[in-house]
């Protein structure tokens, strides 16, 4: 890493071997030759690509709002220029062709998809796809979709246990965004691919809305880390409510939730935080929330969404969380609520509400 540039994670987090940055964006970083081509970078964590890229005008393609934030905020912080108008969502159209695309290859082999279908419908027909990723999580399913969307499918030497997957030409398919659909009891649901819990219902979520209890207070309603809004779609089912707010880092995320709820009352919020609602303003606060980043277990992020939400809810509000047992947020919640009472467990599971 050049060693006068200074990355923190967005987010933050306590995780001590949580760093901003890894040998695979190195590698990738080492690969650019320095000419002027039409870039675009994906799935840059936490802003290493476009620091190092920035002459280049990168376009710089994202999910997470949290890394469209980091990547600003990394870039200024090292009084690196990247306007607004590079950043898109993964769901936009670019303005231009791409001669060379950027990927850190996600842990979701789905989400892999989803970037591919971009980068494949975005890149001219002559460009070259460099893509990172660290090989201790290589499986031979990424070569199995790179070559899905490329003809030319080239592994690099390793380097700090880090490899390159160089793509070129691009087969000839039609990249119609396509969605997963499933059924939960009698509710349909359908998610971009990429989105938490491909296909099914998580079993924390599905063991949170087979014991979900309404608590006294209930008009105004967040769905936090919603995902595909499974968990705010079964409460509308079912109860009467005056709002319901659907909030979550990844816009494929809210995407999917916005197709599986269109009743009025709803609002989606593409965020990493809480910010959007004023304090004193939700009756009740319901999530299973994320509690890892990528391939690490980091429970700093919900904790600070927690912390979050106990300012956010009226006096007499309740937050509802489900987690695993293991997770420890006892002695947090404890600290931090007044009341947190375990409404049902079982050997995997816990359902704390707190007030
Ligand atoms: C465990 S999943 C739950 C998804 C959905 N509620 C369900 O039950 O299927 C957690 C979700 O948190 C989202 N997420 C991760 N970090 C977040 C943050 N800081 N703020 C909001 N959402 C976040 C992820 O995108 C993911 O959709």
Known sequence: MDKSLNLKRVPQTNHPSLKAWSAADELMVQSNPTNEETIGIYNDAFGYLTCHLANQNPFIITDLKSQAAAIHQNATNNDITVAANQFYLITDELPKQLEKAYLKIPKSIALFETYLQHIHSHLSSNGQVICGFMTKYFNANLLEMATKYFE?????????????????????RDNQPSFEQFQYHHLKLEQHKGVFSAGKVDKATN?????????????????????????????????????????????????????????ENTQFHHNFDLSD?????????????????ENTIDT???????????????????????????????????????????????????IYTCS
């Open 152 to 172: 030319n499918v080239e592994q690099s030497k390793a380097k700090k246990k880090a490899r390159l997957l160089i793509l070129s030409g691009k087969k000839n």
């Open 207 to 263: 063991y949170l809305l087979q014991n979900i209890k309404q608590p006294k207070k209930y008009a105004c309603i967040l769905d936090l880390a919603c995902g595909n809004g499974i968990i705010g779609k079964w409460i509308l089912d079912k109860i009467e409510i005056e709002e319901l707010h659907f909030l979550d880092d990844s816009n494929l995320a809210i995407t999917s939730a916005k197709r599986n709820v269109k009743n």
């Open 277 to 293: 609602f004023k304090e004193n303003s939700l009756d009740w606060i319901i999530t299973n929330p994320p509690f890892h980043f």
């Open 300 to 350: 700093s992020i919900p904790i600070n969404l927690f912390k979050e939400a106990k300012f956010k809810l009226k006096e007499g509000g309740t937050l509802t969380i489900v987690a695993n047992s293991n997770l420890g947020y006892e002695s947090f919640l404890k600290h931090h609520f007044s009341q947190v009472k375990i409404e049902a467990s079982n050997h995997q599971f816990k």
